[in-house]
């Protein structure tokens, strides 16, 4: 069961502390490269991803656990892996981390390098469908594999009545298990964000359509 953080309507406190929870925080990456348009949105969303997670520690309690996609490592070493990875969840599991919650190695090391790895190989294109199939396989079996991985460590880890954060990909095929309460956060800036990529991607398009015509002109 998922709630979204925004349609939870004055719950009863003792509710939502009851069995294993799971706050979800969708992840979103900028660097120092990107529009400055794009980066204060960033700011934004994580500002108020830190807020409302602030609320729903008050509803349905402290979070004792963290979890981080593409991080291996338990601890200290995975904190630090995580400031590299991506500076703005980092300081939110820091800050969790330095409250007492436990930083838990999400991932398994070679299913994540192997999904990786055929990710990449689809990357690069290829002349023969036949290849592409064989690939996409692999890559779907690893991916698969990966998932089931992830939500077992949640399953194995996050005792009753604690509750875990999870930062994680949008689009994610995770199958959380049946026993663990989701909460989703998802701050209104995070649809200011998708509709600045798709116009973003929209314009690109428009752009390279009149290069080509202008090329195909001369």
Known sequence: MTEELGKIEKPEAEKFRQGKRLYLIPLIYSNESAPVEYKEKCSRYWQQVTEQLSNLELKAGKVTRVYHESIFQPGEDGIKAIEKLNPDSYQ?????????????????????????????CLMLGFMSEKVAEIIYQ?????????????????????????????????????????NI??????????????????????????????????????
């Open 138 to 178: 692999f890559y779907s079996e690893a991916e698969n594999k990966r998932n089931t991985s992830i939500a077992d460590k949640l399953s194995q880890t996050l005792e009753d009545s604690e509750a875990g954060l999870l930062f994680i990909r949008e689009g994610h095929m995770v199958q959380f298990p049946s």
């Open 181 to 218: 309460e989701v909460f989703s956060i998802f701050p209104p800036s995070l649809d200011e964000i998708h509709r600045w990529l798709r116009d973003r991607t929209r314009i690109e398009a428009e752009k390279a359509s009149e290069t080509a015509e202008e090329k195909a002109e001369e």
């Open 92 to 120: 939110i599991a820091k800050s969790k981390y330095e409250e007492g919650a436990i930083l838990e190695a999400l991932e398994d090391e070679e299913l994540l390098e192997e999904t990786m790895d055929w990710g990449r």
